[in-house]
């Protein structure tokens, strides 16, 4: 059949011809190519390589908490009341009957125990704030042992660092929203931390919270504002951005057979990956819920309603500002009193700078490196940890440094469990910030020597099998490959530039496209 009478049948099925046989999905796709233009970009997208390796599963635990917290999120905001106006309480929870406590705290209670489903939503909430604040710190490790942060992909670990730090911060506004006795306790910490900031802190403070402590009541609105509205968008912004330049830049990989620096080793996104990731999806969701129903975390209605003068015993934040909280208790009573001002270093230093100057080398660190080592290439292979002591060894500094912090957090409750002064455990940790680090990166510096300098290390050893010779000599024989001793891979093939495809329904006897009689067209790859 001629071209001319290929394209006569196309229309004539246009008008209605085979109308039976309409697909009402792809319609659907077509109605938006025509306008949108989508075909090509998602094309590439469904052709995107993603490496098979665990690790690579952490960015999909954030992504997916997330969205956990997204969905929860809209729930408890449909019945939580962001008001700090005080209310005499007469509900379901006998104990707490005829306290007076603000509105934002009743609600609160309500939601846990008088709403269906509520405090399994709202601790499932929490949890996934948790997780998703906690995946984002061990990816964030993981780019950083293996190199990932490296040219070209600065800016993608500049978002990450971003990201991180909102993540912390929309986190503890969300624990201070109950306005419980715990939760109150971090607000007017949190003045406390403003009011400290040299020349304007005390504006600061009382512009945002409409007064002196603890203001107007105007603060726990706003609160609820940053929280589900502002912060949200912004963080949901640059996970949009963090996404797009993956696709973009293409995901790095670890060495290995048929990888390189030019190339993606890996499961194409559709449909190898979009079933995986969609079934972890589910996987997340699922045990988030669970956490929710069965683990109790944050129970409101124990601690009772804030009032000022009240303290509880034990009280430490949630982990993620376990670090703040713990160089805030080491951190020596110092200040500096002149020019009509007073600026409280023992408040400033561990909760304003030291915050500032974390954030702020982590955002640099890329170029920092890039400096040291002189290296400015273009990396797409990952590195071992093991084959760069001295670099691995500062990460591991690092992490000792900040959970030395962490453990400083709860210098009471150790006190107390060890039957010793909590001058002496305070004492101890302003020494164990130091000396803790020191310790672990020369340690881990010598252990990554040994380890790179051993052949075939991080490999599973074969079992050897001892034999004795006619002669009465004994050899060592490595044992026959058991399952899983050997890496299983298959063989990477490369993407076709172009698509084939079968001929269009009714025209299989045709020739389409490239005339050679074998009815099949080439589409190519732009």
Same mark, same amino acid.
């Given at each position: ?242 996404? *797009?330049? /993956? ?6 990989? =670890?060495? $290995?057979? @048929?990888? #390189?620096?030019?190339?993606? !080793? ?59 909280? *713990?160089? /805030? ?6 200040? =500096?009193? $002149?020019? @009509?001002? #007073?600026?409280?270093?023992? !408040? ?69 469990? =060890? ?108």
């Amino acid at each position: 059949m001629s071209d001319a009478a290929t394209v006569s049948a196309r229309k004539a099925r246009a008008k209605g011809g085979s109308s039976s046989r309409r697909d009402p999905i792809g319609d659907g796709v077509k109605w938006l190519d025509e306008r949108l233009g989508i075909a090509k970009g998602g094309r590439t997208f469904l052709d995107k390589i993603f490496p098979d390796h665990w690790s690579f599963l952490l960015g999909e635990i954030a992504l997916y908490s997330f969205v956990v917290l997204l969905l929860t999120g809209i729930f408890l905001s449909l019945y939580y009341v962001p008001s700090a106006s005080q209310v005499i309480y007469h509900g379901v929870y006998k104990p707490l009957d005829g306290v007076k406590m603000s509105a934002a705290y009743a609600s609160s209670v309500d939601l846990s125990f008088v709403v269906r489903g509520g405090l399994v939503i709202r601790q499932m909430h929490h949890w996934a704030a948790d997780v998703f604040i906690g995946s984002i710190a061990i990816h964030m490790c993981r780019i950083f042992f293996t190199g990932a942060y490296r040219k070209p992909r600065e800016l993608n670990w500049i978002i990450g660092v971003t990201l991180l730090m909102l993540a912390i911060i929309n986190g503890f506004l969300g624990y201070s929203l109950p306005d419980d006795l715990v939760s109150g306790t971090g607000i007017r910490l949190a003045f406390s931390f403003i009011l400290s900031i040299p020349v304007i802190g005390s504006y600061l403070a009382f512009f945002l919270f409409g007064g002196n402590y603890p203001g107007s009541g105007i603060i726990i609105p706003r609160f609820f504002i940053i929280h589900v509205l502002i912060l949200p968008l912004v963080i949901l912004g640059l996970i949009a951005a963090h996404l *797009g330049m /993956l696709v973009r830049q293409k995901h790095t990989q =670890f060495p $290995g057979e @048929g990888r #390189t620096e030019q190339n993606v !080793v890996g499961s194409p996104m559709y449909p190898t990956f979009i079933l995986k990731t969609t079934g972890f999806l589910f996987m997340i969701s699922g045990l988030l819920w669970a956490l929710g129903g069965l683990v109790q975390v944050n129970p409101i209605w124990q601690y009772g309603p804030y009032e000022p003068f009240k303290i509880s015993y034990a009280v430490q934040p949630d982990w993620y500002m376990g670090w703040l909280d *713990g160089a /805030l208790r080491i951190m020596p009573s110092w200040e =500096f009193t $002149g020019f @009509g001002h #007073t600026i409280p270093f023992e !408040v400033f230093l561990p909760t304003i700078l030291f915050p500032g100057l974390t954030f702020t080398l982590f955002w640099v660190w890329p170029f920092v490196a890039a400096k040291i080592s002189g290296d400015r290439a273009e990396h797409h292979l990952l590195d071992r940890p093991r084959n760069r002591p001295r670099h691995t060894a500062v990460g591991a500094a690092a992490l000792a440094f900040y959970f030395t912090l962490f453990g400083a957090s709860a210098t009471d409750v150790l006190a107390n469990f =060890f039957k010793v002064s909590l001058n002496d455990v305070i004492w101890f940790f302003r020494f164990a910030v130091f000396v803790i680090p020191i310790v672990v990166g020369i340690v881990t510096w010598r252990i990554c020597l040994e380890m790179s300098g051993v052949p075939g290390v991080g490999k599973r050893k074969r079992a050897m099998v001892m034999v004795r010779s006619p002669e009465g000599g004994y050899s060592l024989l490595p044992s026959d490959p058991r399952p899983g001793d050997e890496p299983s891979e298959l063989e990477p093939e490369p993407v076709p530039r172009y698509i084939e495809a079968g001929p269009e329904p009714g025209l299989e006897s045709e020739t389409v496209g490239t005339g050679d009689g074998s009815g099949v067209r080439r589409v190519p790859r732009r």
